[in-house]
């Protein structure tokens, strides 16, 4: 299984930035995925999940009303758009897969991760 993550750089405050992840060798559809972050010295959070589906999404308290996640079964994809960027967005992003129809909140939740992308925000 190989999840590779991609889309980030350095934004401006009050900018956007579009993630994406790319999987391969797993069925896709028997996947709910999550996007998590984590900042230095800080622990891994959750960021936003998304069933096999993608009927139906959540995304953690500090990034409601900024991100959306979506998914292409088609392409074997899922998808984070941020806007309204903040510094305190500021962390390497992982995708990870969740083998059941629903996602979790949990990083013990989740067996397969990806690398991370970076994404840095200035003030």
């Known amino acids: 299984v190989q999840l590779q993550a991609s889309g980030g750089g350095l934004v401006q405050a009050g900018g956007s930035l579009r993630l994406s992840c790319a999987a391969s060798?797993?069925?896709?559809?028997?996947?709910?995925m999550g996007w998590f972050r984590q900042a230095p010295e800080k622990e891994r959070e959750f960021v936003a999940g998304?069933?096999?589906?993608?009927?139906?999404?959540f995304y953690g308290d500090s990034v409601k009303g900024r991100f959306t996640i979506s998914r292409d079964n088609a392409k074997n994809s899922v998808d984070l758009q941020m806007n309204s960027l903040k510094p305190e967005d500021t962390a390497v992003y992982y995708c990870?897969?969740?083998?059941?129809?629903?996602?979790?909140?949990?990083?013990?939740?989740?067996?397969?991760w990806g690398q991370g992308t970076l994404v840095t925000v200035s003030s």
């Open positions: 990870a897969a969740d083998h059941n129809f629903s996602p979790g909140w949990g990083v013990h939740e989740y067996e397969e």
């Open positions: 060798g797993l069925t896709f559809t028997d996947y709910s």
């Open positions: 998304i069933s096999w589906s993608g009927g139906t999404r």
